[in-house]
Structure formats: structure tokens, C-alpha cells
């Protein structure tokens, strides 16, 4: 199964998505976590999107689409795939229809998440530095405060986490992914998922939004 899971930031999509592939057995895409892969490993990709990423520019699509394809080739990811992050705009969508070629995706879930929601998520929200497990302080923090339950590793939280600046990535996210949002409705891909309420219902919801629960 090949599925895009849309959504702000502070949606739940790495949350889900995690869960997601784990029962599909597919891998999770990350484009966020391939970029920064390639910068490390220093390929020619890499070097290209870290030049623009040094300078605060935005990685030009075809460096990202040539990232997704590099990564789509993989033998994990033949039988499906999970994409979180990819694409961010109608160009993006474009290039993924025209790189799977016959192969086509079964289903878009755009996570909807009221804004003033996402500002509460984000600023309880503590993350892993070793294994990149996500917490929330009121609703599902670590045995131990500060220390990863997976891997014992230190938990920070990330400065674009708070409450003013989430609010301004809101509204650059809402007017940059309203025009792909309306491009897979036309497709017939797209399935709108509430994702503000407990992540065991919006997990339900979404399975049944692909079609994998009745």
C-alpha cells in the first residue's frame, strides 16, 4: 500500500505514520530524515540541499524529488511505502505521480488539526536526541522525566516549538498545502482524517480512511 499523510505540523503523522507502517509492513519516508541522511553521507544530492539549507533557502524541488526517488528505488520500499513530509507543493505532487510511472498511490490523509490544538501538542512536546521518540508532557510523557522510555536517551524539545513561531509555520503551512490539498481531492486520492483527538481514535480513523478497517 502506497499512502501520503498530509498534515501541520504537530498533526501526529510521524506518530501515526510509525504505527502505520509497522502494521503494513512497509517503510516510512521521511523526507525530512532522507535530506538530512544525504547531508551526512555527503552525496551529490546531499551537498546540493545543504548548500541551499546553509543559506535558509528552500531545497529546490528536483534536489527533493531526486532524494525521494533514490530512496523509492530500495528494495523495502517495492511493496508500498509511507510518505510524512513529501509533497509539499503540486510541483512535488507532479514529480511523485510521474516517478511511480503506472504504479499509482491508493490514498491521501489529510490530518485536520485546529490550530490552537497544535499549539497546545507542541508545547508539551519533548523529543528524543537519540532514538527520536516523541513525548507530550500531558498526555503521554517518559516513565522518567527527561529520559527516552525506549533508548534512555536525553529528551529536548525544539525552539520552532513554541507557541508564536507554531503559530506563523501554521499559516505558512496552511497557504503553501492548500493547493495540493485540492489537487488530490481532484484525483480522488484524498481523505480527510480529524486527527485532534485521542491518537488510538485518529489511529482508527486513518486505517479506515486506506481502507484497512472496516
Request: overall charge positive; proline content about 5%; some cysteine.
Amino acid at each position: 500500500m502506497r499512502v501520503v499523510l498530509l498534515g501541520p505540523p504537530g498533526s501526529g503523522k510521524g506518530t501515526h505514520g510509525k504505527r502505520l507502517c509497522e502494521s503494513l509492513g512497509v517503510p516510512l519516508i521521511a523526507t525530512g530524515d532522507i535530506l538530512r541522511q544525504a547531508i551526512a553521507d555527503g552525496t551529490a544530492l546531499g551537498k546540493s540541499a545543504q548548500e541551499h539549507v546553509k543559506s535558509g533557502r528552500l531545497v529546490p524541488d528536483e534536489t527533493v524529488l531526486g532524494l525521494v526517488e533514490t530512496r523509492l528505488r530500495l528494495t523495502d520500499a517495492q511493496r508500498g511505502f509511507i510518505l510524512d513530509g513529501f509533497p509539499r507543493t503540486v510541483a512535488q505532487a507532479e514529480g511523485l505521480k510521474s516517478l511511480l510511472g503506472e504504479v499509482r498511490m491508493d490514498r491521501v490523509v489529510n490530518l485536520v488539526v485546529p490550530t490552537e490544538v497544535v499549539v497546545a501538542r507542541l508545547k508539551d512536546r519533548w523529543l528524543c536526541g537519540s532514538c527520536g521518540a516523541i513525548y507530550n508532557m500531558s498526555t503521554a510523557p517518559p516513565k522518567v522525566a527527561g529520559v527516552c522510555d525506549r533508548c534512555g536517551g536525553g529528551l529536548k524539545q525544539r525552539s520552532d516549538d513554541e507557541p508564536e513561531t507554531v503559530r506563523k509555520r501554521l499559516e505558512v503551512y496552511a497557504r503553501e498545502t492548500a493547493p495540493l490539498v485540492a489537487y488530490y481531492e481532484r484525483e480522488g486520492l484524498l481523505r480527510n482524517v480529524d486527527g485532534s483527538g485521542r491518537a488510538s481514535d485518529v489511529y482508527a480513523a486513518i486505517e479506515r480512511a486506506i481502507g484497512k478497517a472496516a
